[in-house]
């Protein structure tokens, strides 16, 4: 499975590729999106050389990695990734939007968007690791069709579908 270019009525998720290193690089350059994550703002080059194994995907195995950088329609910049880890048990999901883009749905949009392309393309069970202080990721996770579970991972709740 290969990631697709997917549109909704505000965005485009664009395969993620190298060269939009340098302009993530400015959209995630806020402190704050680690918070809850930990690290720091990657520069471009350190943006470079990860998506460059990311676009070769994970070695062997039945695993997946499909990304997508978050193209605004409105005035074409790229404001944030979606990305899905799809394994034969369930498929971990992602996302992160960049400070200057947050507040308006777009990081529900485009999760909700990528967990329709999945589904149409086989698969049928999702979850993500939410920090239990990150109130804005589970509003997304809700909207992409998630619930919290008991279950944690590394002190975040993982949400799954029903």
Same mark, same amino acid.
């Given at each position: 499975?290969?990631?697709?270019?997917?549109?909704?009525?505000?965005?485009?998720?664009?395969?993620?590729?190298?060269?939009?290193?340098?302009?993530?690089?400015?959209?995630?350059?806020?402190?704050?999106?680690?918070?809850?994550?930990?690290?720091?703002?990657?520069?471009?080059?350190?943006?470079?050389?990860?998506?460059?194994?990311?676009?070769?995907?994970?070695?062997?195995?039945?695993?997946?990695?499909?990304?997508?950088?978050?193209?605004?329609?409105?005035?074409?910049?790229?404001?944030?990734?979606?990305?899905?880890?799809?394994?034969?048990?369930?498929?971990?999901?992602?996302?992160?939007?960049?400070?200057?883009?947050?507040?308006? %749905?777009? $990081? =529900?949009? +485009? &999760?909700? @968007?990528?967990? !329709?392309? /999945?589904?149409?393309?086989?698969?049928?069970?999702?979850?993500?690791?939410?920090?239990? %202080?990150? $109130? =804005?990721? +589970? &509003?997304? @996770?809700?909207? !992409?069709? /998630?619930?919290?579970?008991?279950?944690?991972?590394?002190?975040?709740?993982?949400?799954?579908?029903?």
């Amino acid at each position: 499975m290969n990631a697709e270019v997917i549109a909704t009525a505000r965005l485009t998720l664009l395969p993620l590729a190298v060269e939009h290193a340098a302009e993530m690089a400015e959209a995630l350059d806020d402190p704050a999106l680690h918070e809850f994550t930990g690290g720091s703002p990657a520069t471009a080059g350190e943006l470079r050389d990860r998506y460059a194994r990311m676009v070769a995907g994970p070695p062997g195995g039945d695993d997946a990695w499909l990304n997508w950088v978050i193209r605004v329609t409105e005035n074409g910049r790229l404001a944030g990734y979606v990305q899905a880890t799809v394994t034969p048990g369930r498929t971990w999901v992602a996302w992160v939007v960049g400070t200057p883009w947050q507040g308006r %749905g777009l $990081a =529900a949009e +485009a &999760a909700t @968007a990528m967990v !329709a392309w /999945l589904r149409e393309h086989g698969v049928h069970s999702f979850a993500a690791a939410i920090h239990p %202080g990150h $109130a =804005a990721s +589970a &509003a997304v @996770a809700r909207h !992409a069709g /998630l619930t919290p579970t008991p279950a944690t991972v590394d002190g975040e709740i993982v949400w799954e579908t029903p």
